[in-house]
C-alpha cells in the first residue's frame, strides 16, 4: 500500500498533541503528516510536533477555516504517491446540547468531537482500511451520524456551479458534516481542477457564516458520489445505522425532549409541549 496522507489544521494548538498521541497508535509506518496552523501558531506546533518522523508544518492564512488549508496541502502534493488522505482539524466541543433535524442525534458539548474523531480510534481506523480493501467503490468513510444526505436547498447553485467547473455531474446528495474523514487520495482530483486560491476564501466570522468553505465541505461529498463511489461508515455496527433505530429515537425525543445550553439553561417537552423552562447564568444576569 502506497503512503497515507494525514491533514491536520491545528487552528487550535492545544489540542494537536492528542489528536498526534492517537495518530502515533494506529498510522502504519509509511504515513506523512502536514499539519498546517496560522502564523501565529507556528513556533507552538513546530514544538509540538518535533519528535514525529515524516511530519512537517506548513503556515497558511486564517482563511476558509479548515477547508482552505486542506486545499493547499492538496495542491503541494502529488495524489497519486498515496492510497488514501486523512483529513483532521482541531475541532472544539459545541457549547450546549445541539440537533440537527430530522436526525435524531444529540451533536452536544463532547459528542461532536467524540463523532469527528471516531475515525481515529484504532479499531475503527483498521476497519476502514479493510472496508477499502474488500470495497472497490467505498470512496469516503466517517461516522454514520455525520452523513448528511438531505439536499440542502440554498446550496443548490453553487454546488451545481462547482460540480460543473470540476467537470462533474451529480449522482445523489451526502457529505461529511465537520469535515473529518479518510477517503480514497485520487477521489480529490476534482478538488485541484476548481482551481481555487486562499483569497478566495473569506476569513472565519464570529457567526461562522456560510461562505465558500461550506460549499467546498459538501463538494468534496458530493464529487465522492458523482465519481461512482460511497461514502459510508464500516465500523458501527448496522443495526445502529438503520432506519428502524433511528424511527425509535425519534419517537423517544417526541415523548420527551431536554436540551440543555452551555450557559446552564435548560428546557424539557413532553410531545412538544415544554413542561419546563430554566434559565441560563447569562439570561439571569442580563434581568439585574
Not at 492528542?18 to 513546530?46: C, F, I, N, W, Y
Not at 472544539?92 to 480510534?121: A, H, Q, S, T
Not at 469535515?179 to 476534482?190: D, G, H, Q, W
Request: proline share 6%.
Amino acid at each position: 500500500m502506497s503512503p497515507i496522507l494525514v491533514h491536520i489544521h491545528a487552528y487550535y494548538p492545544e489540542l494537536l498533541p492528542g489528536m498526534l498521541e492517537k495518530l502515533d497508535s494506529l498510522l502504519p509506518a509509511q504515513r506523512e503528516v502536514v499539519v498546517t496552523t496560522v502564523a501565529e501558531h507556528v513556533a507552538t506546533v513546530q514544538a509540538m510536533v518535533a519528535g514525529i518522523g515524516n511530519c512537517r508544518v506548513q503556515e497558511v492564512e486564517n482563511r476558509g477555516y479548515d477547508i482552505a488549508p486542506f486545499l493547499e496541502v492538496i495542491k503541494g502534493i502529488e495524489l497519486e504517491q498515496y492510497s488514501y488522505v486523512m483529513k483532521l482539524h482541531t475541532k472544539r466541543n459545541m457549547p450546549g446540547d445541539v440537533y440537527l433535524k430530522p436526525l435524531p442525534y444529540n451533536y452536544g458539548f463532547e459528542r461532536w468531537r467524540e463523532y469527528l474523531m471516531n475515525i481515529c480510534r484504532p479499531e475503527h481506523f483498521q476497519a476502514a482500511m479493510r472496508a477499502f480493501e474488500q470495497q472497490a467503490r467505498l470512496g469516503m468513510v466517517a461516522d454514520f451520524r455525520l452523513i448528511w444526505q438531505q439536499e440542502e436547498p440554498r446550496f443548490r447553485a453553487a454546488l451545481d456551479r462547482l460540480l460543473s467547473r470540476a467537470g462533474l455531474h451529480k449522482r445523489g446528495y451526502a457529505y461529511i458534516m465537520g469535515s473529518m474523514f479518510i477517503c480514497r487520495a485520487a477521489l480529490l482530483t476534482p478538488l485541484l481542477r476548481l482551481e481555487l486560491r486562499p483569497q478566495d476564501f473569506a476569513p472565519p466570522d464570529a457567526a461562522h457564516s456560510e461562505n465558500l468553505a461550506h460549499e467546498i465541505e459538501r463538494f468534496l461529498g458530493l464529487s465522492v458520489l458523482a465519481q461512482g463511489y460511497s461514502i459510508g461508515d464500516p465500523f458501527t455496527p448496522r443495526w445502529k445505522q438503520g432506519k428502524l433505530l433511528r424511527l425509535l429515537q425519534q419517537a423517544a425525543m417526541f415523548l420527551c425532549f431536554r436540551k440543555r445550553g452551555g450557559d446552564g439553561s435548560c428546557i424539557i417537552k413532553i410531545c412538544k409541549i415544554p413542561v419546563f423552562r430554566k434559565r441560563g447564568a447569562k439570561a439571569r444576569a442580563s434581568r439585574h
